[in-house]
């Protein structure tokens, strides 16, 4: 559900904000503003995640998985949608930061951080093993979300309040450094589960693979496949600032295309034979939906060179990475 376009302030009543010693009085919020239109209107690329959505693992009743499956769990909470961790701090670097008192200044707040804090908490909870370096890594997530959590929590107010116009800034000359290091010590955790939970989960992918081709079970089999090609496609432009304009990028990435294709073409083909009265609109034709979309998207950037393509790029690889995590719950172990 979208937020309300306009702020309509019911009440008001001074409390104080404390950040790292600093004092500041600004006044509380009944109703937030729409940030659903910057995000529309912003024409640079905003990153989602270094990764896409990460898949879950299949749930096989042992403490180790389901402590991955917390990590992986709130990963894709703060890393992934409109106000996950990398458009927010686009929004706050790149106009929050930038804004004059007479501008109408969005503040953002990622959306799914305290969920995804739980989801860690969770896994760090569970007695199973896990690499010393994802659970470091983890650790310094939750440290630094929940700092985040509660500064954006405290700043909020005063820019939904447009309090900066009556005292010139002065209090967001004082905040927003200090959510600026919030949001980079999370980024740099984040970027770190990211990197290790990647290598984890193509090991993963290839594993299941060669299970399902030895079942001769080939739905599961390109399903796996498809989804591969296309992780390495996001993955290929995950420096879209930069990436979206480099005619090399696009030489690697016509050969994932057409390797994801022919994977989609065979994904069809075994599912007509394997389900040919299932309904159209399952989990699995959503795959290949949401991957079919993710190479148009491609072809767009490739010819426009803009920026903004990249993260629809991502998104559509992001469903497709949903739709199979749904698939998940209802699958044995393999």
């Not at 904000?17 to 919020?29: A, D, Q, Y």
């Not at 983890?138 to 909020?156: C, F, I, Q, Y």
């Not at 090991?203 to 693979?209: F, G």
Request: proline share 4%; hydrophobic share 40%; charged share 25%.
């Amino acid at each position: 559900m979208r937020i309300p376009a306009f702020v309509r302030l019911f009440a008001l009543a001074a409390f104080t904000l404390s950040l790292s010693g600093c004092v500041v009085l600004i006044p509380t919020v009944v109703e937030a503003v729409n940030q659903y239109r910057l995000n529309n209107e912003a024409e640079g690329a905003v990153l989602e995640s270094n990764t896409g959505a990460l898949k879950l693992v299949k749930d096989s009743n042992d403490p180790e998985t389901g402590k991955l499956n917390d990590y992986i769990s709130g990963y894709n909470s703060i890393m992934v949608g409109n106000w996950s961790l990398w458009p927010s701090w686009n929004t706050l670097t790149n106009h929050t930061m930038k804004a004059k008192p007479a501008d109408t200044i969005s503040f953002p707040v990622v959306a799914g951080l305290e969920k995804g804090i739980t989801s860690f908490k969770k896994g760090l909870a569970v007695n199973a093993q896990a690499s010393p370096e994802l659970n470091a890594a983890v650790t310094a997530a939750v440290t630094a979300g929940e700092k985040l959590l509660k500064d954006e929590r405290s700043s909020l107010p005063y820019f939904r309040d447009q309090v900066y116009r009556r005292d010139n800034l002065d209090g967001g000359r004082v905040v927003l450094p200090i959510l600026k290091a919030d949001y980079t010590k999370l980024i740099d955790a984040m970027n770190d589960i990211g990197a290790i939970l990647i290598k984890q989960q193509r090991a993963e992918t290839l594993r299941r693979m060669d299970v399902f081709k030895s079942q001769r079970n080939m739905v599961p089999y390109y399903a796996e496949q498809s989804l591969l090609y296309g992780q390495d496609l996001v993955t290929l432009f995950n420096d879209p600032e930069n990436s979206v304009a480099d005619n090399a990028k696009y030489v690697a990435g016509d050969k994932i295309v057409a390797s994801l294709e022919l994977s989609l073409k065979n994904l069809k083909k075994s599912l007509e034979a394997d389900y040919p009265k299932r309904e159209g609109n399952n989990d699995l034709d959503s795959i290949i939906s949401h991957l079919e979309g993710t190479i148009k998207v491609y072809r767009f950037m490739k010819e426009k060179k803009t920026a903004k393509s990249f993260n629809l790029m991502m998104k559509r690889y992001s469903n497709a990475v949903e739709s199979y995590n749904r698939i998940l719950k209802f699958t044995r172990p393999v």
